[in-house]
């Protein structure tokens, strides 16, 4: 039956997660607003052709990555309803799509650009790394997810030509941590307890401590709002763009952060932040107007 029914297909890809990717486009967003630099629309096209390799190079992981855990999966309160592990799709099927998605994305980032190649080939290991055994590792798994994102920003950087700023890479890691903290932080307290009889979950949560994930994420969140107020009002970014107005934007990603904790700490949403960024309206006005805010700063002082 699955191989005539492409619903159970579409969702083993995840789109939900592709959200992630859009990352991507951080680089061709700055690019335009760098008075420095003279870009034109087709690098948009270059962003967006790397932003699809990696939803296609993403879906092939996850592919992979629920093979390998189809029999925890099984016994995971909503992961068992993964076409894989409910028998909607046979392991065989999800290997062999997971090559053909893997080729085509890698095919694709070489058209691209030459250095687009080695990111994401740089990303595939990773992520192997991370499903055959660095996910078992606490605290080693969350930098692998946090590294992840910057391998996303750094192949939007290299699709456009554009160098980005290692204040903006760091921000990016840093964002990634306190997500991947809150989520492994939501986990243990749900599913701690069980943990360390049945690992329903992931194998690192025995080897976690609510407490200690509390004082992380604190660390995390307040190191991330440093470091991009830094960023902000960095000299080079100040030249780059023309304008130290970007400091502006400093009270939406604050407000930013005490909404996803609210919502991880009070309401117990941590476990799915790609489902929470799409569906919260205070965090989806939030960051509409954090963009909105930032577009009009910088193609303001780009045509000042």
Avoid at 62 to 91: M, Q, W
Avoid at 160 to 168: A, I, Q, R, T, Y
């Amino acid at each position: 039956m699955s191989s005539i029914r492409p619903w159970p297909w579409l969702r083993a890809l995840r789109p939900s997660q592709w959200t992630k990717n859009l990352i991507v486009f951080a680089a061709f967003v700055f690019a335009c607003a760098d008075r420095q630099q003279h870009e034109d629309w087709h690098l948009f096209f270059s962003a967006l052709q790397a932003a699809l390799a990696f939803c296609l190079i993403s879906s092939g992981i996850y592919l992979v990555n629920d093979v390998r855990d189809c029999e925890l999966d099984r016994v995971h309160p909503t992961k068992r309803f993964r076409p894989i592990a409910a028998g909607e799709l046979s392991s065989a099927a999800a290997l062999g799509l997971a090559a053909v998605l893997l080729l085509a994305g890698l095919a694709w980032s070489a058209l691209v650009a030459g250095q687009l190649l080695v990111v994401t080939g740089l990303y595939v290991l990773m992520q192997a790394a991370y499903t055959f055994g660095l996910k078992r590792v606490a605290l080693l798994d969350v930098f692998v997810i946090a590294g992840g994102f910057v391998l996303r920003a750094l192949a939007g950087g290299v699709a456009v030509h554009v160098h980005l700023s290692p204040w903006l890479l760091l921000c990016t890691m840093l964002l990634a941590l306190f997500l991947a903290l809150c989520k492994r932080r939501h986990e243990k307290v749900m599913f701690g307890s069980a943990e360390e009889t049945n690992p329903v979950t992931r194998h690192s949560l025995a080897h976690y401590d609510e407490r200690l994930l509390d004082q992380l994420i604190a660390i995390v969140s307040g190191a991330t709002l440093v470091c991009y107020a830094l960023y902000t009002l960095w000299p080079d970014t100040v030249r780059k763009f023309g304008t130290e107005h970007l400091v502006f934007t400093v009270p939406f990603v604050i407000f930013g952060l005490f909404r996803y904790l609210d919502l991880v700490y009070r309401h117990e949403r941590g476990d799915r932040p790609e489902h929470l960024l799409l569906s919260d309206w205070p965090l989806l006005l939030d960051i509409a107007l954090y963009g909105v805010t930032v577009l009009a700063l910088l193609f303001f002082y780009r045509a000042a």
